[in-house]
């Protein structure tokens, strides 16, 4: 469970956003990698090293090794894998591919060796996705992709029925299953969605009002479903107003999706509770990494920019495990 937005503010911020709603704790955390140092996990024999750095939201599996589930490169590229279970169907028989990956590795490999949405769409077409299982779930990950460049297009990168299939992300928002043109299909459920007030309704002798402010968003769905988790981000997206700045966006991003954060315990999973274990801000055009985690809500910034791309090794923020609280009149 996941869900992403795009957006491009009035100075022409482009953003690229999404939590990260999961039942296993993931331990991720903000993850630099140089240039020519990162290793994929499903091929011992692999070579070709990342041509470009980038920083994102990763588990360190190894000393070497890395599970990334989202992050911006050096040229403005950023990539985020939602979960697409049930949908998910990847092209292992066809093996005339230039490229074999692991699902779990999509992500690093894009922003490796990517710079433009022309390049991802020329990278997947080569692409052989194979079922391998990711060693610490235990499972092959059923995923699906959302790539965004600094001009601000976005793709949809999904596997259904052992064929690639890539859209244009018109809508600027994901979840999960099902696939993304039965999303945007669903939309046309909730055309009477408005931020205007509804008006009171004459029924013969009868005059009914509102209850009170937001009657124009009455039927907005209110579950943490995928398709309701959409049409929530969609209408909570469309109607943002006064988006200038890449602060104004960061800020919007983050309140929009924490109307579909989902707090541990209202989600249970087969054996476990899902939760938002993070959510994460990437800004394409300043190469800025902004997050906040479940357990910390103060918005911190990775500045990509800042760190050397040819450095020796990489570098590991930690997460606190506890609420970065002000308190303003405490005693000393």
């Excluded at 692409?127 to 990711?134: C, G, H, S």
């Excluded at 791309?309 to 303003?328: H, Q």
Aim: hydrophobic share 35%.
């Amino acid at each position: 469970m996941c869900t992403s937005i795009t957006m491009t503010t009035k100075e022409q911020q482009v953003l690229l956003a999404r939590t990260m709603d999961f039942a296993v704790v993931l331990d991720a955390e903000p993850t630099f990698i140089p240039r020519k140092k990162f290793v994929f996990s499903n091929d011992e024999h692999y070579d070709r090293k990342n041509e470009y750095a980038f920083v994102g939201m990763a588990r360190q599996v190894d000393k070497e090794r890395f599970v990334f589930a989202d992050g911006l490169n050096e040229t403005g590229l950023s990539c985020a894998a939602l979960y697409f279970s049930g949908y998910a169907d990847y092209n292992s028989q066809d093996s005339d591919k230039k490229y074999t990956l692991a699902p779990h590795d999509v992500v690093p490999f894009l922003l490796s060796n990517c710079s433009s949405l022309e390049d991802v769409s020329r990278t997947m077409e080569n692409a052989q996705v194979e079922n391998v299982a990711l060693d610490f779930l235990g499972i092959v990950l059923p995923l699906h992709w959302v790539v965004t460049e600094k001009t601000g297009k976005s793709m949809i990168i999904e596997y259904t029925e052992q064929a690639l299939h890539i859209y244009e992300n018109t809508i600027g928002v994901m979840t999960n299953s099902p696939d993304y043109k039965w999303h945007t299909t669903n939309l046309r459920n909730y055309i009477g969605l408005q931020p205007e007030q509804k008006t009171e309704v004459h029924l013969k002798n009868m005059v009914m009002k509102p209850f009170g402010e937001g009657a124009g968003a009455f039927g907005l769905p209110g579950d943490f479903t995928p398709p309701s988790r959409f049409v929530r981000a969609t209408f909570l997206k469309a109607c943002l107003q006064d988006v200038q700045t890449e602060l104004d966006g960061v800020t919007a991003m983050f309140h929009v999706l924490s109307n579909v954060s989902i707090p541990k315990g209202a989600v249970k999973a087969t054996q476990a509770f899902d939760y938002t274990q993070y959510t994460s801000v990437m800004v394409n055009s300043s190469l800025h990494y902004y997050y906040k985690t479940y357990t910390d809500q103060r918005i911190r910034c990775i500045q990509l920019d800042n760190e050397d791309f040819e450095a020796t090794s990489g570098k590991i923020w930690s997460n606190r495990e506890s609420e970065d609280i002000l308190y303003r009149n405490s005693k000393k």
